[in-house]
């Protein structure tokens, strides 16, 4: 079983400020998704990384995941209050190098993007 | 296109009851995951289904607890004489075939026992 770690674990910021979260591990992913959850609904999956060195971007908000796979970090750009909600890094589960799908989830940043 | 559908959305439950929540995934899809989300927790897999089949129930309690996800109809999960320490949100996930780690989550059942 992997250890991660996401930090900050909360961050309060004023609108059009920018933003970066993490993940970390100490094990190598195969894949790593990031996802968004607001209180009372599922998780929305922003995005998947699968490439060492790889750099995703979505309007304002820019993924890395790091060169040895081991950790991601999530960038907002000019943060508006519609990004508030629980960042959450999921890495896939890759015992043995078969990918099958079973995501661990880290306890997420909770951020609040004030007007 | 529809996604991920769960339901119900709330279920109450007594101790000792039978809990059945339901998931039909997104159009196309053929497998299933379920979570679960304890107050204060995080995330936590449960169950990986396809068709007929049960890939990896490493995540599953040992007693109380099935799944199934049938030829026809949607995936269910059971849990016999529920207790208090139950109570959660349940969610369900799918994902194209060939890219296990993309997942779509439903809205999620919470389910408190009383």
């Known amino acids: 079983t992997q250890l991660l770690e996401q930090s900050p674990q909360f961050l309060s910021i004023q609108e059009g400020e920018n933003l970066t979260v993490y993940c970390n591990s100490s094990?190598?992913?195969?894949?790593l998704q990031w996802y968004r959850q607001e209180p009372g609904e599922g998780p929305v999956l922003l995005v998947t990384?699968?490439?060492?060195?790889e750099v995703k971007k979505l309007k304002r908000l820019t993924f890395q995941f790091g060169d040895a796979r081991k950790d991601s970090s999530l960038h907002i750009t000019a943060a508006q209050p519609g990004d508030t909600g629980l960042y959450l890094c999921?890495?896939?589960?890759?015992?043995?190098?078969?990918?099958?799908?079973?995501?661990?989830f880290g306890q997420g940043t909770i951020l609040t993007v004030h007007p | 296109n529809a996604g991920v559908m769960q339901n119900p959305r709330h279920l109450v439950r007594r101790r000792g009851q039978e809990a059945r929540l339901r998931c039909s995934p997104m159009?196309?899809?053929?497998?299933v995951y379920w979570y679960r989300q304890l107050p204060e927790e995080g995330l936590k897999f449960m169950v990986y289904l396809q068709k007929e089949n049960i890939i990896d129930e490493s995540g599953m309690p040992k007693e109380r607890f099935s799944a199934e996800f049938p030829k026809e109809g949607p995936s269910i999960l059971r849990i016999q004489q529920v207790v208090r320490g139950d109570s959660a949100a349940y969610f369900c996930?799918?994902?194209?075939?060939?890219?296990?780690?993309?997942?779509?989550f439903g809205p999620g059942t919470r389910l408190t026992v009383t």
């Open positions: 990384v699968v490439t060492g060195g």
């Open positions: 159009k196309g899809h053929s497998h």
């Open positions: 996930a799918s994902s194209p075939a060939g890219r296990p780690y993309e997942q779509y």
């Open positions: 094990s190598v992913f195969s894949s």
């Open positions: 999921a890495p896939e589960d890759s015992a043995g190098g078969t990918s099958y799908g079973k995501l661990t």
